[in-house]
Structures are given as structure tokens and as C-alpha cells.
Nanobody, 125 residues
């Protein structure tokens, strides 16, 4: 199984980007997906996580709540992270991580998880 994250780029503060994470080559179903980010000199942090199909229990870190929206397209085996009203402090490499189990309560990332390659998001002031 492979996860491919895309959609990063350079945007001015207040702008928007939509990240995508496509699942391929999977012989098992991905049940939960997390979005993490890592800024220079900082630890990787959980931004959002979502269960297969998406529901009201989608988690958002307080720093992005109200600005970011995670969604899940089962047919395309793709999850999205819509990022609106971006701020310079959102600048980071963003990663998606998928797991065949529902690990949303644990931030998804775990021993059975698969990470995608990161995509750079840069927000200028």
C-alpha cells in the first residue's frame, strides 16, 4: 500500500490550499487517516484525523479548527484536507498517514500505519 500526498505550495496569508492523499496498491481497507505537519525545528504534530467515510467525530487541532476541513472520498480512495484562511504559522511539511484500523482516538499513527511522503505548504505574510 502507498499513500501519495499532493497539493502543497506557496500561498499568501489568508489564502487556501487543498491537500490530497491518495491510497494505491492496497489489499486492505484504510479505516482511518491522519494529517500531520512538521515545521522546521519542531516536532511533527497532528492536525486532523478522520474515519473512513467521514463523520462528525473528525478531529481538528485547536490551531486549525474552523479553518481546515478533512473529508474522505471512498470511490477515489482519497482523503482531502481543505485549508482556508492560511496563516504563516501553518508553514510546514504536511504528511498523511493511513491505518487499516480505526485509530482516530490515538491520532492514527501507529505500528500498522503507512505514511505518505510529505508535501510542503508555505504561507507568506
Amino acid at each position: 500500500v502507498q499513500l501519495q500526498a499532493s497539493g502543497g505550495g506557496l500561498v499568501q496569508a489568508g489564502g487556501s490550499l487543498r491537500l490530497s492523499c491518495a491510497v494505491s496498491g492496497s489489499i486492505f481497507r484504510i479505516e482511518s487517516m491522519g494529517w500531520y505537519r512538521q515545521a522546521p525545528g519542531k516536532q511533527r504534530e497532528l492536525v486532523a484525523d478522520i474515519i473512513s467515510g467521514g463523520d462528525d467525530s473528525t478531529y481538528y487541532d485547536d490551531s486549525v479548527k474552523g479553518r481546515f476541513t478533512a473529508s474522505w472520498d471512498d470511490a477515489r480512495k482519497t482523503t482531502y484536507l481543505q485549508m482556508d484562511n492560511l496563516k504563516p504559522e501553518d508553514t510546514a511539511v504536511h504528511y498523511c498517514v493511513g491505518d487499516p484500523f480505526d485509530r482516530c482516538d490515538l491520532g492514527v499513527a501507529g505500528p500498522t500505519s503507512v505514511w505518505g511522503r510529505g508535501t510542503q505548504v508555505t504561507v507568506s505574510s
